[in-house]
């Protein structure tokens, strides 16, 4: 069964440092999607994105963030000057085109030390 | 701001038995509606969606909208207790409101 895949599992990563964050998404689906979920908290949406532009974005999602789909099968998320409050579980989803259903990834945890 | 409200828990419900969850939503022009399952630790896996009013049904989840009201809800008839779990109800697609979820605890 297709799935969403997402690289690294972990990240440990400095205050201030640039990370990027890689998903996969399923391969015949043209939506994608970046949520955060802090822990103990409710998933966010940040992002989605469709025929190579961003089509929504929250208001988390600042000039720190960027996505982008570098070829034909990944999607990443690059967090500019990482702070603190950016440790959280972040989540690659892609949805098709029939149904607007979203199947997730298994995040990547990102520590902001 | 769209919010979306759970109800809250944990709920606890014995093996065998039908547990109901619910949730509403502010947004009267939100068009889906779905229900995601997150085991601790894990990511979101979503077990259904909903576009119209009335009842959809798949194998032991029910899911019922009601636009006028503002609410979905999710039944899970025979509860097992790999179904514990904490269960999250988005609205809208593009740009999915997910609430705080309610965690269901299935005692054998």
């Known amino acids: 069964e297709p799935e969403v895949t997402q690289t690294p599992s972990h990240q440990v990563t400095q205050m201030g440092q640039e990370v990027i964050l890689r998903c996969v998404p399923i391969s015949n689906h043209l939506y994608f999607y970046w949520y955060r979920q802090i822990l103990g908290q409710k998933v966010e949406f940040l992002v989605s994105?469709?025929?190579?532009?961003?089509?929504?974005k929250s208001e988390i999602f600042d000039d720190q963030f960027s996505v982008e789909r570098p070829d034909g099968s990944n999607f990443t998320l690059k967090i500019r000057s990482t702070k603190l409050e950016d440790s959280a579980m972040y989540f690659c989803?892609?949805?098709?085109?029939?149904?607007?259903?979203?199947?997730f990834g298994p995040g990547t945890r990102l520590t902001v030390t | 701001q769209k919010e979306v409200e759970q109800n809250s828990g944990p709920l606890s419900v014995p093996e065998g038995a039908i547990a109901s969850l619910n949730c509403t939503y502010s947004?009267?022009?939100?068009?889906?509606f779905f229900w995601y399952r997150q085991y601790s630790g894990k990511s979101p896996e979503l077990i259904m969606s909903?576009?119209?009013?009335g009842d959809k049904e798949d194998g032991r989840f029910t899911a019922q909208l009601n636009k006028a009201s503002q609410y979905v809800s999710l039944l899970i008839r025979d509860s097992q207790p790999s179904d514990s779990a904490t269960y999250l109800c988005?609205?809208?697609?593009?740009?999915?409101?997910f609430g705080d979820g309610t965690t269901l605890t299935v005692k054998p």
């Open positions: 988005a609205v809208d697609a593009g740009k999915s409101t």
């Open positions: 989803a892609s949805s098709g085109t029939t149904t607007y259903e979203q199947y």
């Open positions: 994105f469709y025929n190579n532009e961003i089509s929504e």
């Open positions: 909903i576009y119209s009013n």
């Open positions: 947004d009267r022009g939100s068009q889906s």
